[in-house]
């Protein structure tokens, strides 16, 4: 049998020691044989939700032909990321007699990610997993870095563990099908990895964002590349978030807060961190961090990449307040943000001054309900 | 303020790089301030259940007064070991405000330090955990090497990860208090170490079994002492058990077994282990891996120790063999058991054949019947 041959693609490499693992990015990766590649076992489960599995299922289960495959289909949405799904897929592998042999393949975006990389990292007390990410969210962040978990009622997130693939696929392809809003909640994440620590990459969005708002192959393939090289630098250097990886956060407790309010049923993730982002940034330039003009300039790219860039109404500074205070990126009652020195350069501020936060968030909103009767 | 004088004791390593962390076994030790110690956070929670907490629970919150301490108080029993209990103690702590600094202390036997250190394992991905272990049993064994689960009605510890404490304090007075029944069930643990990998710990057992059964504190102090030294080499020698920690599952295929049978209601788990070593000596002696002779010895010891040493009635060959085969143990459909060489040297038979276990498996039910009978 000759060796297969894959369609062109990068390959980026994740080092983290023992749980190394490769990022491949390309167009068409998905059915060509590459996930098949990292599948050592005869037990796979699949675990997809019912409008990606329609989709793309098939050319995952077209590289799969042998193997003893069970496919888990959940319903779409965030609030599917929860304990009792957790609890479903544990229960369908151990009624498949699955053995710690067996490998979990996530065919989805974040919250099929994240939930089957929470079954493979306590199943048995873990085994391997794939990331095959659907969205452009999931292929730029979430799919990378093992960080996985389910929601609680009382917070997103809060139930979880790291556990790293063995690879991420990520086919820029099945972006192509992505519908719109969820594609440029997406482009948040990637403008992400400029504002925080790639100033480069930042002047690069602003001048291409319309290509990659039409998703111009070359655009996005660049946009997915760049975003992935940044997640793995951060993530090799800091894989439990003791320091840097904390930047990734930039926009995330804001964000936090307006979807917890809106008990996920209004913005999507990235549509909340962006909003969350041009707060951050407001904030770091209030408070004298960032020359003035610099949140402008933030709030500008976003709002050109057709993200929200202004908090919801009806929820007041001292809610935003507690549930950010309840977020778990305090520690011991201190607030921790991500704050900007610059577009480019973010850094983990470890004891925010509560009263300044107070004072801005009031401003924030004041002005967001002037702007919305005007 | 003077440095606190603790009580007399001994402190062993587990060396697993940042992972590291001490095993502090004395007797008077709970109430010390050394639990205090290792304590590096204002927010704690204590878990235990409502048969240790009464007996024990003051003596650890003297030591954490000033702290923000909540009591999470369990029912007693294996059943408790649940993804109910789990969410609920993460429910607890959430509902607290608990931050990603604050610190877990499980207070109890094996099933408090099981579900309590997954809770850790899992509270925003990850906090610190401290064993203070109750028993014998989670003295010995469980409290040591970060094996943290809950059970699945489809078996045992199917639900886990790998999540180190960052200290064990395993007070030897507390056994003073500990049922008959349970100390001795603890003894099986302890004996179990003699067989894989220390026939001069053996030698000694059997030569020192009268005065361990009377809990003689000398005897005990070396018995749980020796225990973790080994316990502790197996675990820094190979955490994820890739390799030889898998030896510490000795007895423990065929226990599940019998414990999954009885839906953890029947033999206790160190007594099933105990009913597990001898079908496992006898097993290795059948097969001519080891000498005649040998399983008696094993049998001997266990039985000199007051435990059981032959399998329950009303469960068939073909039964046993089916719960073997459904145990995490198993890998793609290979048996895995640890056999031994000699009593004081077991070790890893990946592929075990299945006939001969049938045919053994057969004879050894029978031959209880048999004796059952007479």
Request: charged share 20%; aromatic share 4%.
């Amino acid at each position: 049998m000759s060796e297969p041959v894959f369609p062109e693609h990068v390959v980026l490499q994740v080092s983290l020691g023992e749980r190394s693992y490769p990022i491949h990015i390309g167009a068409g990766l998905l059915g060509s044989g590459i996930v098949r590649r990292h599948v050592q076992s005869r037990q796979v489960a699949v675990v997809s939700n019912e409008i990606v599995a329609p989709l793309h299922g098939n050319r995952l289960l077209g590289e799969l032909g042998g193997l003893d495959v069970r496919q888990i289909i959940l319903r779409d949405g965030e609030q599917e990321k929860n304990l009792e799904n957790f609890n479903a897929i544990l229960t369908r592998m151990l009624e498949s007699g699955f053995s710690r042999n067996c490998t979990l393949i996530a065919l989805g975006g974040g919250v099929v990610g994240d939930l089957c990389g929470f079954a493979a990292a306590c199943y048995m007390r873990g085994v391997r997993f794939i990331q095959v990410p659907t969205t452009l969210l999931a292929q730029v962040d979430s799919s990378v870095g093992g960080k996985t978990a389910v929601n609680h009622p009382l917070g997103k997130n809060m139930i979880g563990a790291f556990h790293q693939p063995v690879a991420v696929v990520a086919d820029t392809g099945l972006l192509e099908t992505l519908p719109e809003r969820e594609y440029l909640a997406g482009l948040a994440e990637v403008i992400k990895y400029g504002l925080i620590r790639d100033a480069v990459f930042l002047d690069w969005l602003e001048q291409n964002i319309g290509p990659l708002r039409r998703r111009a192959p070359d655009a996005l393939a660049h946009a997915v590349h760049r975003s992935c090289q940044n997640k793995a630098e951060v993530v090799a250097a800091d894989e439990r978030e003791s320091g840097q990886r904390a930047l990734l956060n930039l926009g995330h407790t804001f964000g936090h807060a307006i979807e917890t309010a809106q008990e996920y049923r209004g913005l999507l993730h990235g549509e909340a961190v962006a909003v969350g982002m041009v707060m951050a940034a407001g904030f770091s330039e209030q408070t004298g961090l960032m020359p003035p003009g610099s949140a402008a300039r933030v709030r500008s790219l976003l709002e050109r990449t057709g993200l929200p860039v202004e908090p919801p109404p009806g929820l007041s500074a001292e809610e935003f307040l507690a549930i950010m205070a309840r977020d778990k990126k305090a520690v011991d009652g201190k607030m921790r943000l991500i704050l900007m020195n610059k577009p480019g350069e973010a850094f983990v501020c470890d004891a925010v001054p509560v009263a300044a936060l107070r004072e801005y968030l009031g401003e924030c909103l004041a002005g967001a309900a002037v702007r919305r009767t005007n």
